[in-house]
């Protein structure tokens, strides 16, 4: 099972630039995260879906849209990039639950550049 | 206050050491924990759940005190592959949004 695999791995933009980060889950879960973490603040949640066609906004969702292609995909979209929005990007995903104590899945992370 | 509070270290020991972090969350209908590692340039993974009557795997033990509201991981025999951070996550019952704290830095030194 390869879990959850994001692209790119890196990528460099230039202010006012666009570009959709990818994010793909094989194992069947409900749920998918989008997460920026920048040094010091931890992880801060951008956009969640809870299932297939629903998506929420997170603490930090400004200047960013998604979209839950699928049960498997969740992207990303920046419309027009920010120095703000340098950081390093997590997709996540977990099983849809009410009790219990399934955990979250990270894929490796984008690492994005913002000039 | 911030819902879900770690002291971010970092916390510096020796090797074979014992080391015990402490998470500390706000909102009592709180009810999955967790602790996850994040070592450097990588992604958060599960290192365990916390559950209410606390659990053990291997040198790794986490405890849940509902009653003063936080949780805890103590490691004993510290090696030199446990240097990371460790972040500690909470979960109020029926929500899809966990809360991860800012996370504990430890490192092991020889």
């Known amino acids: 099972n390869a879990g959850v695999t994001q692209t790119p791995k890196f990528q460099v933009l230039k202010t006012g630039q666009s570009m959709t980060l990818q994010c793909a889950q094989d194992?069947?879960?409900?749920?998918m995260y989008w997460y920026r973490q920048d040094p010091g603040m931890g992880l801060r949640l951008i956009y969640y879906?809870?299932?297939?066609?629903?998506?929420d906004k997170g603490e930090v969702p400004n200047g960013y849209n998604v979209s839950r292609l699928n049960k498997r995909e969740f992207s990303l979209r920046l419309e027009s990039a920010a120095p703000s929005q340098t950081s390093v990007y997590f997709c996540?995903?977990?099983?849809?639950?009410?009790?219990?104590?399934?955990?979250?899945?990270f894929g490796s992370g984008t690492r994005l550049t913002v000039v | 206050r911030k819902e879900v509070e770690q002291d971010p270290g970092p916390f510096n020991v020796p090797e074979g050491a014992t080391v015990a972090f402490n998470c500390t969350y706000s909102n009592s209908a709180s009810q999955s924990f967790f602790w996850y590692r994040q070592d450097c340039r990588k992604e958060p993974k599960l290192l365990m759940s916390v559950y209410s009557s606390g659990n053990e795997d291997g040198r790794f033990t986490a405890q849940l005190n509902r009653a003063s509201q936080y949780i805890s991981l103590l490691i004993r025999d510290s090696k030199l592959s446990d240097s990371a951070t460790y972040l500690c996550?909470?979960?109020?019952?029926?929500?899809?949004?966990?809360?991860f704290g800012r996370g504990t830095s430890l490192i092991v030194h020889p």
């Open positions: 879906s809870a299932s297939e066609g629903t998506t």
């Open positions: 194992m069947n879960h409900n749920s």
């Open positions: 996540a995903s977990s099983e849809r639950e009410s009790y219990g104590a399934h955990g979250y899945t």
């Open positions: 996550v909470v979960k109020i019952g029926g929500s899809y949004i966990p809360t």
